[in-house]
C-alpha cells in the first residue's frame, strides 16, 4: 500500500515482479569439443527481481546463452527427449524457459476493491538435467570410387584407423577422423563409403552417406592414379572423373558449386602420364591439384595445409564455394 504523509488511503501500489531469465543454447563453430563442460556443469539464468513499491516493476533476469560446438544434440537425461539437434552456425535452442514474474497487487485493485490484499507469485522457471552428445560433421569429404584409397588416406592424416583393403566396398560407413593442421587447429574429414555409377538411385553404399557430402565445406575427390588405363589414361581419367561428379549431381544439384579438390592417389605405384592425366583433368575444371601416396605418406604435408587454408576462407566468408561449377 502506499504509504505516505497527506496521502490517506494511498492505495495499492505493488509491482510485478520481473521475469526469470531462460537459458539458451547457441550453437557455435569456433568450439569442437564438448570438453568445457567436464568443468562446467551447471548453468543457470538470472532470478527476475521483486516488484517493489510505488508500482515499480522488478527487473527480469539475465538470459543464459551457453555456446556448443555445431553438430551437438540435446536431450533430457532422463528420458532421452531430444530436445534440439544445433547443426547450423548460431543456431538457437531454448531449453529452459525463465518463470513468469509475479503479479502485484496495484493489478488487482478495481472500483468496488480499493485495497486489494492480493498479489499472486511468480511461475517457477525450468529445471532440467540435460546429456549432450557431439555429432561430428565433416568440414571436408573424400569422395571417390571404390578402392580409390580414401580410407588409406583419413588413416594417414588422423588418428582413425578404418579397414584397409585392396576389394571395393571395404568402408561400410563412413569413417570420421580429426586432422590436425595447424598446432590447436583441427577439422573433421570423413571417407565417404564407394560412389559407383548409380549411387544416386541406390546403387552400392553412397547414397545412405551423402549427408556427409551435403553437409562439408569442401570435397577432396580422389581419383587412383595408378589403376588408369596406361593406354589411354587422359580418356579414363575423364571417365572416372565424371562418374563421381554424375553421381554428386544427380544426388544434389547443388553441389555443384561446392568447392573440390581433384587428388590423384597411389603416385607411388602410378606412371608419370597416369598422374599428368588427372593434372589435366583438374585444370580444364579450374581445381586444385595434389599428387599423394598415402601409403608411402607423400604430398601430404602440401594437401593438408591446404584443406585447412581454404576452410577458413569458406567461413570467413560464409559462401558456399569458388570454384567452378563441374559439368554434369
Ligand atoms: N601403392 C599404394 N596403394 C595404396 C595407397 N593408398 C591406398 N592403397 C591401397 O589401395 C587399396 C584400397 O585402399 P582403401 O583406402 O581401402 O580404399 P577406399 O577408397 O577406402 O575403398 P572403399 O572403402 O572400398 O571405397 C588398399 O589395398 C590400399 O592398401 C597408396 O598410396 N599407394
Ligand atoms: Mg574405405
Redesign the pocket.
Known amino acids: 500500500m502506499r504509504r505516505e504523509k497527506y496521502v490517506p488511503r494511498g492505495g495499492p501500489s505493488g509491482g510485478d515482479g520481473g521475469d526469470g531469465g531462460s537459458v539458451t543454447f547457441v550453437a557455435d563453430r569456433g568450439l569442437n569439443t564438448l570438453y568445457p563442460f567436464r568443468f562446467q556443469r551447471r548453468f543457470a539464468a538470472g532470478r527476475g527481481g521483486h516488484g517493489k513499491g510505488n508500482d515499480r516493476h522488478g527487473r527480469n533476469g539475465a538470459d543464459l546463452p551457453v555456446s556448443v560446438p555445431v553438430g551437438t544434440v540435446v536431450r533430457v537425461r532422463e528420458t532421452g527427449e531430444i530436445l534440439g539437434d544445433l547443426v547450423e552456425e548460431g543456431q538457437t535452442l531454448l531449453v529452459a524457459q525463465g518463470g513468469k514474474g509475479g503479479k502485484g497487487n496495484a493489478r488487482f485493485a478495481t472500483s468496488t476493491n480499493r485495497t486489494p490484499r492480493r498479489a499472486d507469485p511468480g511461475g517457477e522457471g525450468v529445471r532440467l538435467e540435460l546429456a549432450l552428445e557431439l555429432k561430428l560433421l565433416a568440414d571436408v569429404a ?1 569422395v ?10 583419413i ?1 594417414a592424416i588422423s588418428a582413425a584407423r ?10 561400410l560407413v563412413p569413417n570420421l577422423g580429426v586432422v590436425s593442421w595447424e598446432r590447436f587447429r583441427t577439422f573433421v574429414a570423413a ?1 565417404v ?2 560412389l559407383i555409377e548409380g549411387a544416386h538411385e541406390g546403387h552400392g553404399l553412397g547414397i545412405r552417406f551423402l549427408k556427409h557430402v551435403e553437409r562439408s565445406r569442401l570435397l577432396v575427390h ?1 581419383v ?1 592414379a ?1 589403376s588408369l588405363d596406361a593406354d589411354d589414361p587422359a580418356a579414363d581419367a575423364e571417365k572416372t572423373i565424371a562418374t563421381i561428379e554424375h553421381e554428386l549431381l544427380s544426388f544434389q544439384p547443388e553441389l555443384a558449386a561446392r568447392e573440390r579438390v581433384l587428388v590423384a ?5 602410378a606412371s608419370k602420364a597416369q598422374i599428368a592425366a588427372v593434372r589435366a583433368a583438374a585444370k580444364r575444371r579450374g581445381l586444385a591439384f595434389f599428387s ?5 605418406r ?1 604430398g601430404l604435408d602440401a594437401l593438408v595445409p591446404h584443406l585447412g587454408t581454404r576452410l577458413d576462407a569458406l567461413a570467413a566468408s560464409a559462401a558456399p564455394g569458388s570454384s567452378q561449377p563441374f559439368a554434369h
Open positions: 573424400l571417390g570410387l571404390p578402392n580409390a584409397g580414401k580410407s588409406t588416406l588413416a578404418p579397414k584397409i583393403a585392396d576389394y571395393p566396398f571395404t568402408t571417407d563409403p564407394g580422389l587412383d595408378a592417389t597411389k603416385n607411388d605405384a599423394i601416396s598415402a601409403a608411402a607423400q
